[in-house]
């Protein structure tokens, strides 16, 4: 370990967190989570990071989720009638 890096190219957590401006935390749920996102490898009880895997992760991320429209919250029966409102007021 020379300055606090393992190898050229090869991160801890707390490194590979910093370099993508997030959270150890989120670095750790995206790999989790994230189809296609590179996942650590492991040696012993901790996590090392290759940025050659992941650096074109970053510029290209994948597209992210369209969102549920079905849900009832957008839906018309929740929208209150301007009319019937009004009329209540009267």
């Known amino acids: 370990m020379v300055n606090g ?3 050229p ?3 801890t957590t707390a490194q590979a ?6 959270t150890p935390g989120a670095l ?4 989790g989570r994230s189809p296609g996102f590179p996942r650590p ?4 009880k901790n996590s090392i990071w ?4 992941w650096d ?8 992210r989720r369209k969102a549920d429209t079905t849900s009832p919250c957008t839906s018309e ?3 209150p009638d301007p009319q019937q409102s009004a009329d209540a007021v009267n």
């Not at 290759?50 to 895997?53: F, G, I, L, S, T």
């Not at 074109?56 to 597209?63: A, L």
Request: charged share 20%; hydrophobic share 40%; proline share 11%.
């Open 5 to 7: 890096m393992l190898t």
């Open 9 to 11: 190219g090869l991160l």
């Open 17 to 22: 967190a910093k370099h993508l401006g997030i």
């Open 28 to 31: 750790r749920t995206l790999a």
């Open 41 to 44: 490898e492991r040696i012993g």
């Open 50 to 53: 290759n940025r050659a895997q």
């Open 56 to 63: 074109p992760w970053r510029v290209e991320p994948p597209p």
């Open 77 to 79: 029966a929740s929208s």
